[in-house]
DNA sequence: TTCGCAACCGGTTGTTAC
DNA sequence: GTAACAACCGGTTGCGAA
């Protein structure tokens, strides 16, 4: 690891001073109140490696402390999740943490800088605390994953995450957001350790019907902001990859990977191929920096139908409220995402002439879950319209559409046919590139 | 077990004469052909019990030959389920047979009666083979579930129950019907063994979204009728109750069974408390007979919504002929169930609604896809309009309307024809101008 | 490539100790 | 009662043999 000058913390370990490698590209000090310009793009991948492990190498050859931050701020600040690590880790896989739906966890937020004893003049920090799905799943996926959840929960106002009223964690933290369900928002010092407590309420099984199945991996990941940044980009980011059971499943795990590598070793079959086994017991995990500070995170606000539109919007609301008060135009932006960046809404608008929509569910052939298709209206016009803005299908290009009938007749689709549809009424889409054209076939089931 | 004259039938024991108590209410011969009268209500129970095994005692003090049928015929018919029955038993608990989804299992079914070699004259009976839950599940109950199942099939065709149709069963039964989706009622001469396969497609655990509990306990029921029976009530009723499991989850869960009682009897406690160990291995389950006949068994057709509404009429309508031809009002009403005592409709109001329109399929003789004509009544006049609105032909230049049936009858198109078609009825439409004015031809295919 | 079978997976349930 | 924990449950997956 060329050039790398990274901090190591031992556990009970004292955070003191933090040396970072000095960016080829700027040489310059730059304060940690002195942001990125928003012209800026295309920074370079950072050029250290952590290990899998997820904390920080302590290279021999430390540099002295009069070196300044990395230009993006990245690693000076560490995150621990206090809760008992995965003894084994699968060959390919990051550490994995084990919670328990519903119980609390404490989270410590450190600034580790170098100028650390010396007191930033503006000391405050915006993080993002969020359960998100592993890189792999892109930003669709994600949202199918929590709308199906979300569809299957008691209360459409049950969130992913929720965060403790301790009071020890009030000391250290304040401004405190629910900016999605999966998502919130806080302010610390970065002169003073901030400590959340969190709880997790979805398993990790609950994205799909399928029984007897692995859950999905999660993260839990955690932006930093510059309080007052005009950018879109965090100045670190980090995250812990996580799986969450029912009850004590989280112990039992625990117990039953202890268990079964006792075996093994009884055994005397030395077979830890694909198997890494952690050596001592970890009762934190640390975060993980990740280097890809572009990406923007998914954050799930669940559709608004109805009823619960209300809900959403005093969400808006009050992140605006806020948002003004801090004066920041693009801020607000950032944590008012766009449609786009979040579950899109397909009704917008209207109430008089909800009686006229109709909502269809289709799916691919070969995936378990729905999309839902909102028809403005029940014509074969608006189910043009809602498949090209869900699937990105230009409408003027769509040739025909035709629908098949259960017992197997092809029909040409019409106003009419569509006009006697119900709301949640289920079809199987298929979508046929011809030339250049698009023939569009709903299948009913 | 007091004068019980029952008979015990042993594997690969050819059925030969059976000796029946002797009813102490009616000590008359009846026939097979003489059944009970439809005033005659709430017949005894049954005095006489079958061990827990299902199969029959046979008492040391048999009866000779001329004893006659019970009043009921209770008893005189047995039925065997070709699959390995479950060696333990929990107390409280019937036998129970482990089948596997969409596996076929032979069923046979056989008349014992002390006239067996005289030969019945009038043989035939009618037998409806079902799926159905524990008795402790009442109606609704059992419809809630069935519609749980339903609504999370691939195919809204998915029956419970199929039978094959192998050559071998055909030779033993005949007019087979599908009379609900978890009921196959079918004839047989009861001078003969019947023989069917069938499978059972639903899994004891397909009625909960609940992960890793216990699968529902089902029943295959059997009951016979008369085949010219004027009463809705069977001649005999018999069950076997079934566990039906994922892949080859029954030979598993044998299997499992068989370690663990080993692992028991190598513990030395012969803790067998609330378990009974099945002594021999059962290849075959007998089916026990029930005593109550007066019950309904509780028949599964899914909610009939548009497009599926016209297969369940062509169910009724199968029906209907069927016992037309059997002459039997009340056995008419038997085979078609009232809504009531079927899945009921949520949207009967809709229905009501929607039950005048018909949505009717058409095509040009030389095109595939189907054009839908919505009838705003099921009229001649609807049918014009339609046809107008579609394809630009103003009605009043509609000279005439004519139908051709399958076998090529061409017939005056009139309201009455119209009315009598159902949803999703499809046809070859012919448009040909004469003069300046239409004639339309509708061909039935 | 399929089949038989044991292991995996994790929600659930029952048992035991405090 | 409740907390800890092992066993149950059955769909699923992976592995070795035919």
Known sequence: MPGAGLHYRGEGEEPTRVVYEQSPY??????????????????????????????????????????????????????????????RQKQGEGPMTYLNKGQFYAVTLNELSANKRLRHPISKVRSVIMVVFSQDKNRDEQLKYW?????????????????????????????IEEIAYNAISFTWDVNEEAKIFITVNCLSTDFSSQKGVKGLPLMIQIDTYSYNNRSNKPLHRAYSQIKVFCDKGAERKIRDEER?????????????????TVPKKTDATFFKTMTDLEAQPVLFIPDVHFGTLQRAGQVFTFNTEEIDREGGVLVKRMFRPSDEDLCPSPHKQIKEETHKRVLLYVRKE?????????????????LMDAISEKYGVPTERIAK??????????VNMDDNIIEHYSNEDTFILNIESCADSFKIMLTEI
Request: no cysteine.
């Open 26 to 87: 700027e040489a310059t000090t730059v304060s940690h109140t002195t942001y990125l310009k928003e012209d800026q793009k295309s920074p370079p991948d950072s050029p250290y490696e952590e290990d899998t492990d997820g904390k920080y190498h302590s290279p021999s050859s430390l540099a002295p402390d009069d070196f300044l931050f990395h230009e993006e701020g990245v690693g000076s600040f560490q995150y621990t999740l206090d809760a008992t690590r995965s003894l």
């Open 147 to 175: 709308k199906y959840w979300h569809s299957r929960q008691h209360t459409a106002k049950q969130r992913v995450l929720d965060i403790a009223d301790y009071k020890e964690s009030f000391n250290t933290i304040s401004n």
């Open 260 to 276: 079964k590598s006792f075996r093994k070793k009884s055994k005397g079959k030395d077979s830890n191929v694909g198997v890494i």
């Open 366 to 382: 070969t995936e378990e879950v729905f999309d839902a298709l909102m028809l403005k209206s029940p014509t074969l016009r608006g």
């Open 401 to 410: 559409v035709y629908k098949k009938s259960k017992k197997g007749i092809l």
